[in-house]
């Protein structure tokens, strides 16, 4: 019954719509006591032969009133427990959604995309089954179960009634013997479906890696690995299962045998009349659905508190990322000052950043170049707060970016990153994904200062051609100019480009760097890049080298410095001559 305490809190506050299921139930268990009882009279008059039309046509009224009193009595509780159960779902679902929301870089590190999705789709719809079908076979196993028993006793006979339940005790022994195996299985079960799903969604995100290296067969043949281990461990599960049912169907058959025996020699010695046995018989026959309820609410319990308790394990995750509930509502403005003494990502024991320092006013922008692993996305990630466990300080606008609310701050910053994602919509969608109320010229403007919208004049359906599943139908340069176009949207204080031009050519870079600086005179820039060109123009350019600055300066002082931002200048500049020579 552990499950069904864990879930209180839900039961507590939708006590009216399960108080009105149980009603139904209370209904439908004591109307369903009068037809056996009538149907035994009816035996007893024909064998008696004192049964009449008018007597027979009372009896039929009756058992008609009966039928149509169970349909609205069921119908009232089918909808009262069963909405019940889509509502925690809905909860679960809304509540398990969110909390993704708020989660922070480490978590989705620790948790795949396939085991997330698993917990979302296959528990959440095990614990549903615990408010809904769980509650049923619950509480009808004991109101149906008792309202017969009641009537086998005082209705018919309350000795023949206690021959009859003499096996039922076996079933408790039975379903808490079974239950325990089936928690630890059906848990087992779901780890084997999360990693079955996780497989299948990043073989299907990197399809095009796969058939590039040619490795289609490897990866079905890991697949096919994936599926037989699951298959193995739901059978175990299936054979637990299978279990319940002869278990009950044996106890039935046991109650039966002794009902009709000790239930013949009554009606031969008269205790009983044959009507009697019948109606008996009868309750015993509504006794079969109560039984296997409780078998059923075992099998439901033990999956839901499986399910349960690993849904619970992802919400009892806290996101390092303390959004304090006093903060700045304001909209971050002004100077970017960065002191980073020390930084480490969670669990790795190396330094990531050490003595990070640059002062950016607001109108500034700041270029960041370095070697690949040089740490240019680790100072982005901190700006973004995606991460709150470093050593120092990071003051924007005049305040410790620690101090302002996250729904205030993160819309100030607009980021892309080098692989940015896109929607599977329109590209009037995924420009608008921000703010999807703005106007189809805002859209065009933005779309113009990116340098994309003469290619998207160039495409058939224009803005409302689909881009497809991460962008898949346009090229890389198109995705990037798309992202900076989406980010250029919501006008941003800052505005953070992460390698954002990779794929663009050096004529398409140099039009958005130009419509950049003209269209935010007054607003603050960061571009990280392997391109030197990108950040040519940059105010102040900082050279990271393992998390070190190991040079600072604009572009003509780096180049007199004769470090390794001049050796990488002229050798790009040197390659850029090369390529258009040979083309």
């Known amino acids: 019954m552990g499950i069904f305490m864990k879930l209180g809190w839900y039961f507590r506050r939708e006590w009216k719509l399960y108080s009105a299921g149980v009603l139904g139930l209370i209904l439908t268990a004591i109307i369903g006591i009068i037809p056996p009882r009538i149907i035994g009279n009816v035996v007893d008059g024909i064998n008696q032969r004192n049964l009449t039309a008018h007597t027979l046509t009372v009896d039929l009224a009756i ?4 039928a149509a009193g169970q349909y609205f009595a069921r119908y009232l509780w089918r ?13 679960l679902r809304e509540r398990l959604f969110w909390h993704f929301m708020k989660m922070d870089a480490t978590f989705y590190q620790k948790y795949r995309t396939g085991d997330l999705m698993a917990h979302a789709t296959n528990d959440l719809t095990a614990i549903e089954r615990v408010a809904g079908g769980g509650i049923l076979q619950f509480a009808d196993s004991i109101i149906t179960g008792g309202t017969t028993l009641i009537a086998m006793m005082m209705l018919i006979d309350w000795r023949l009634t206690l021959i009859a339940v003499v096996p039922f005790p076996l079933l408790a022994v039975v379903s808490r013997y079974l239950g325990k195996k089936i928690h630890v299985a059906f848990r087992a079960s779901q780890a084997a479906f999360s990693r079955l799903n996780n497989k299948a969604q990043e073989s299907i995100s990197g399809i095009k890696v796969i058939k590039a290296l040619g490795q289609e067969r490897a990866d079905v043949a890991d697949f096919n690995e994936q599926i037989d281990q699951t298959i193995k461990i739901n059978r175990h599960v299936n054979v637990l299962d299978s279990l319940f049912d002869p278990a009950i169907t044996i106890i039935i058959a046991v109650s039966y045998a002794a009902t009709i025996v000790l239930g013949g020699v009554y009606v031969t010695n008269h205790v009983i009349t044959i009507g009697n046995l019948v109606s008996f018989v009868t ?23 499986a399910s349960y308790d690993r849904v619970m394990e992802l919400l009892n995750q806290k996101s390092a990322i303390i959004d304090s509930k006093n903060g700045l509502e304001q909209r ?3 100077g970017l000052q960065y002191q980073v003494k020390q930084f480490n990502y969670p669990n790795d024991a190396g330094t990531s950043l050490s003595d990070v320092q640059f002062d950016l006013q607001a109108g500034q922008t700041l270029g960041i170049v370095g070697r690949v692993g040089a ?3 680790t100072v982005m990630k901190l700006i973004l707060r995606e991460f709150d466990n470093y050593d120092g300080q990071i003051n924007y606008g005049g305040h410790d970016i620690k101090q302002y609310a996250l729904d205030s701050y993160l819309p100030a910053i607009g980021y892309v990153p080098q692989d940015s994602f896109l929607f599977s919509n329109t590209i009037r969608e995924n420009i ?3 703010d999807p109320r703005v106007s189809q010229e805002v859209v065009e403007a933005v779309a113009k200062k990116s340098d994309l919208s003469g290619q998207i004049a160039g495409m058939p359906a224009g803005y409302d051609t689909q881009v497809g599943e991460e962008g898949i ?5 198109q995705r990037q100019r798309l992202a900076i176009a989406r980010a250029l949207l919501i006008n941003p204080e800052l505005l953070i480009l992460d390698d954002a031009l990779s794929a663009v050519d050096a004529e398409t870079e140099a039009e958005i760097l130009a419509n950049l600086k003209a269209e935010r005179a007054d607003k603050t820039t960061i571009i990280a890049a392997h391109r030197l060109s ?4 940059a105010d102040e350019i900082i050279v990271l080298d393992a998390g070190h600055v190991v040079e600072r300066g604009t572009h003509q002082q780096l180049m007199a410095q004769h470090g390794w931002y001049q050796q990488m200048f002229d050798r790009q500049q040197l390659e850029t001559k090369v390529e258009g020579a040979v083309q």
């Open 332 to 334: 971050p403005h002004g």
């Open 79 to 91: 909808n009262a427990i069963w909405g019940g159960a889509a509502g925690l779902e809905r909860t």
């Open 375 to 377: 740490g240019k996305s």
């Open 473 to 477: 139908s346009l090229s890389g340069g």
């Open 432 to 434: 608008r994904f921000a």
């Open 534 to 537: 990108s950040v040519m123009n």
């Open 283 to 305: 309750y015993l026959g509504m006794m079969v659905w109560p039984m296997f309820a409780v078998g059923m609410l075992f099998n439901t319990m033990e999956r839901g508190n």
């Open 63 to 66: 058992i008609a009133a009966a």
